[in-house]
């Protein structure tokens, strides 16, 4: 089940562990069940905490791993097989409820020690969604912390009839106690403010207390992280609030044109990105969403909505942009029941299946790529009379047979049952013609839009798209204040130049604070 070199990998990570962990194994005669049974083997067979037990649940799911410690009794279940990218989740299980420590905040080991109600997690995913291991992550480390609490991973793919039964279209989808908790990216500190309404109060008093920032960047993509790391090596006193670090790119499944770097996967970017910037000495604020700015005392105060207040002399924003809506009947009612944004995640819920892909960019045709190793069949809807893609991608997706293009459409309402997609109606740009499609889930890709609701009751000067106005070094209509990446006019959203832009508007931050006297920084604020 796992080569010579990975086992050889964790071989030296398992010598860590303190405690011993069983693998308790639920199996059936079906072919993933031979696969679990041959990994706990080769697991067990990597250190001597490790032992292979049947599992003696009668109710148990089949195949599925139960990674338990009889010392503290603790239980991390993975319901199908863990590889893919889950694999790194049954890694850190086995650590963890081992007895290696845990790389999460003190201050969140000591929220999750102090539960004491009983919450039991189930977390549906699929092996090639990248935002997936992030919250069942979260929840294995609260299993492994709290004995009070279970954590299920459950593949999708594979448990095809609870995903129907329980209506699930996108993921990761979590539930707590047998009742809907959670739909998509989700942090620790997010799981924990939920289920311990006094956990967001205390966060919000921590922040308050903090000193002020010579430079406060709000956002933790590739721009933020560049310009943290920029306003670091000044020797400035540097801060980074972000509701999740790395932002987009943590969606991202391919990068392959990073110059210098072949290939790669967002996920490990953006772990490298979080580890370049700690490397610095950087106050990175996690899970926290900017709700406005306003001049103050020091400089300009940033509210977040928990309520905290973070002063700093100078502001660099970079809070990116998200996916762009169709804005049409049913999208909302149908969004995460077959209207979907991400189809790595979500597309192998939908296998066998027919689905649709809005736009035809390179996002657009890539997707459809993409869904064409899974689903049955897919159609491309393209407004425009050409398709904006790159001629290779077009060349790729036209000699696919299960892929239809369809220009000159308009989407005009997304068709449901009430409960899931079946279809959707389009407009014959060219004949007027209404036309419907039967389907069961919709990709949306037709581009994006800056993340920057938060500032329009700001003085800051905003483009008719809602972009942050910047100059050549990156600052705005604000003395003081400068933004990078997505969220500004800078007409190329790429990940390198979202970088290139960060340092710039850190490299124009810090000019304008050696030019500061304490007179000038008063009339400033």
Not at 50 to 72: G, L
Not at 275 to 287: A, G, R
Not at 300 to 329: C, Q
Request: proline share 3%; aromatic share 6%.
């Amino acid at each position: 089940m796992l080569d010579n070199n990975i086992k050889n990998q964790l071989k030296s990570h398992f010598e860590s562990l303190t405690q011993p962990v069983e693998l308790l194994i639920a199996l059936d005669d079906s072919k993933k069940s031979t696969e679990v049974e041959s990994l706990a083997n080769d697991l067990a067979s990597l250190s001597d905490k490790f032992s292979v037990i049947n599992n003696p649940d009668t109710n148990a799911r089949r195949p599925s791993m139960v990674v338990h410690s009889p010392e503290k009794n603790t239980h991390i279940t993975f319901a199908g097989v863990p590889m893919g990218h889950e694999f790194t989740s049954l890694v850190l299980a086995l650590l963890h409820t081992g007895g290696h420590p845990s790389k999460a905040s003190k201050d969140d080991i000591e929220q999750i020690q102090t539960l004491e109600q009983t919450l039991n997690f189930e977390v549906y995913i699929s092996l090639s969604c990248q935002t997936c291991p992030q919250v069942v992550q979260a929840l294995n480390t609260m299993a492994a912390t709290n004995s009070n609490i279970k954590a299920t991973m459950i593949d999708g793919a594979l448990f095809q009839d609870e995903v129907e039964q329980r209506n699930i279209l996108a993921v990761p989808a979590v539930y707590l106690n047998g009742e809907p908790f959670s739909q998509g990216a989700m942090s620790l500190t997010d799981i924990l403010n939920k289920v311990d309404s006094k956990g967001a109060q205390r966060q919000a008093a921590s922040l308050n207390e903090k000193s002020v920032f010579d430079v406060l960047v709000v956002g933790g993509g590739p721009a933020g992280a560049s310009a943290a790391i920029y306003s670091a090596r000044k020797g400035l006193n540097t801060g980074v609030v972000a509701e999740r670090f790395g932002g987009q790119v943590a969606d991202t499944l391919a990068i392959e044109n990073f110059i210098s770097i072949k290939a790669t996967q967002g996920p490990k970017m953006v772990a490298q990105l979080e580890e370049h910037v700690k490397e610095y000495d950087v106050d990175v604020m996690h899970n926290q969403r900017a709700a406005n700015l306003q001049k103050g005392s020091n400089g300009y105060d940033i509210t977040l909505e928990n309520g905290a207040v973070l002063k700093a002399k100078s502001l660099v924003l970079a809070t990116g942009a998200r996916w762009r809506e169709m804005n049409v009947p049913g999208e909302q009612q149908y969004k995460g029941h077959g209207v979907a944004y991400c189809p790595h995640c979500d597309g192998p819920l939908f296998k066998g299946k027919s689905v649709a892909v809005i736009g035809g960019g390179n996002s657009g045709i890539e997707a459809a790529i993409d869904l064409a190793n899974i689903v049955e069949h897919v159609t491309v809807l393209e407004f425009a009379d050409t398709l904006r893609a790159d001629e290779v991608l077009i060349r790729k997706a036209n000699s696919l047979k299960n892929i239809t293009i369809i220009k000159n459409a308009q989407t005009t309402e997304v068709l449901g049952d009430g409960k899931k997609v079946t279809g959707l109606s389009y407009t014959d740009r060219l004949s007027g013609e209404s036309r419907q499609l039967n389907l069961a889930g919709i990709f949306v890709q037709i581009g994006l839009i800056p993340n920057t609701e938060w500032l329009k009751d700001s003085d800051l000067e905003l483009s008719q798209f809602g972009e942050i106005l910047i100059d050549a070094k990156g600052a705005t209509s604000l003395q003081g204040v400068y933004a990078a990446g997505d969220a500004t006019t800078t007409p190329f959203k790429q990940i390198i130049i979202a970088m290139g832009a960060g340092a710039t508007a850190s490299l124009g931050a810090f000019d304008y604070l050696i030019r500061q006297t304490p007179d000038a920084e008063q009339s400033a604020a």
